[in-house]
């Protein structure tokens, strides 16, 4: 069993950034891939990024590539999601979730087995 709980949402304006975090529970963190979704209202949740167990591999959504960035520390058991001039239609409520390592895709939620509570996010024209 993993708990993860996300933080760092907020309101900010076109252009600035946020840093979210999403702790983890358990000492095997380092066993999971873990990935950051999202979804909007009256939207499905869509994949923003994902990283390996150790870092090695990072994979992100084009709509985010070269403004976000995902990372993290397994001695914290803690990743982030640094977020880059972020634009109205990033607004969402933003959730971690831990895969198996050796799950099938990165990209796709059903191959995520744990899921934090969420945090909005919600950018301002």
């Known amino acids: 069993q993993v708990l993860l709980v996300e933080s760092g949402g907020g309101l900010v304006q076109a252009g600035g950034s946020l840093r979210l975090s999403c702790v983890a529970s358990g000492r095997t963190f380092s066993s999971y891939r873990m990935g950051w979704f999202r979804q909007a209202p009256g939207k499905e949740r869509e994949f923003a990024a994902a990283i390996s167990w150790n870092g090695g591999f990072t994979v992100y959504a084009d709509s985010v590539k070269g403004r976000f960035t995902i990372s993290r520390d397994n001695a914290k058991n803690t990743v982030y999601l640094q977020m880059n001039s972020l634009k109205p239609e990033d607004t969402a409520v933003y959730y971690c979730?831990?895969?198996?390592?050796?799950?099938?895709?990165?990209?796709?939620?059903?191959?995520?087995?744990?899921w934090g509570q969420g945090t909005q996010v919600t950018v301002s024209i």
């Open positions: 979730g831990a895969a198996g390592i050796y799950s099938g895709s990165y990209t796709m939620a059903n191959q995520y087995n744990y």
